[in-house]
């Protein structure tokens, strides 16, 4: 069966720190990847997207990236943090063939900047 | 570009009672549409999806939800609402670019 692990589950980091956070999945073979991000009290943002290895789409301008170094691992990085950065980061991944197939979400990334 | 309108920030219901949750959706062509569920803290857990056939389509914990093409709604529905149903409930729609684009969700409080 497939899983999808996201990591750190917690995270509190300075403002102008450095971010990574890294999501795998097992089970399965060139997904799509997603990386959401939800600010407290707010709905899902998309923030990237990706189809294949090295293929990101961004969504939103800000002050984050993406990268797809392999086919089931997707990270979310940025050089420098802003308060603004701080929320709750989801990963997911959807098999490639149809529209209507499921989305999978991960635990969760709970990001502080302070 | 397509979009999801979740129009009730919170709801709150008494334990037993009946619930729905609405959803509109803007989309040119034959949506898929999904509704999530959030506890606090966690991750999103799928409740049912709709991309063809019956429009009234059956999830799990005893949730269902109808699609109406000519409202551009997919509301979800439970005869009896458990405490345990206290969570953040969303809605999706999968567009243009197999994009998943979600409502900004809605609050369910359950009163007993």
């Known amino acids: 069966s497939q899983t999808i692990h996201q990591w750190p589950a917690t995270l509190v980091q300075p403002v102008g720190s450095p971010l990574s956070l890294e999501c795998t999945v097992e089970g399965t073979s060139n997904p799509n990847l997603y990386w959401y991000r939800q600010a407290a009290g707010r709905g899902l943002q998309l923030l990237f997207y990706?189809?294949?290895?090295?293929?990101i789409s961004s969504e939103v301008p800000q002050n984050l990236s993406a990268s797809r170094p392999q086919d089931r691992q997707f990270i979310l990085s940025s050089k420098k943090l802003l308060l603004s950065d701080s929320g709750f980061y989801l990963c997911?991944?959807?098999?490639?063939?149809?529209?209507?197939?499921?989305?999978?979400f991960g635990e969760g990334s709970w990001l502080t900047v302070v | 570009a397509q979009s999801v309108t979740q129009p009730d920030i919170h709801i709150t219901v008494s334990e037993g009672a009946s619930l729905e949750l609405r959803c509109n959706y803007s989309?040119?062509?034959?949506?898929?549409l999904f509704w999530y569920v959030q506890s606090p803290g966690q991750g999103l857990q799928l409740l049912l999806k709709y991309f063809s056939g019956d429009t009234l389509v059956q999830g799990i914990k005893g949730f269902e939800a109808e699609f109406k093409r000519s409202q551009s709604s997919f509301n979800l529905r439970k005869p009896s609402v458990h405490w345990s149903d206290a969570a953040e409930y969303f809605c999706?729609?999968?567009?243009?670019?197999?994009?998943?684009?979600f409502g900004a969700g809605t609050i369910l409080r359950v009163k007993s």
């Open positions: 999706a729609v999968v567009g243009y670019g197999n994009k998943l684009v």
């Open positions: 997911a991944w959807r098999r490639t063939g149809s529209s209507g197939n499921t989305i999978y």
């Open positions: 989309y040119g062509a034959t949506p898929y």
């Open positions: 990706s189809v294949g290895i090295g293929q």
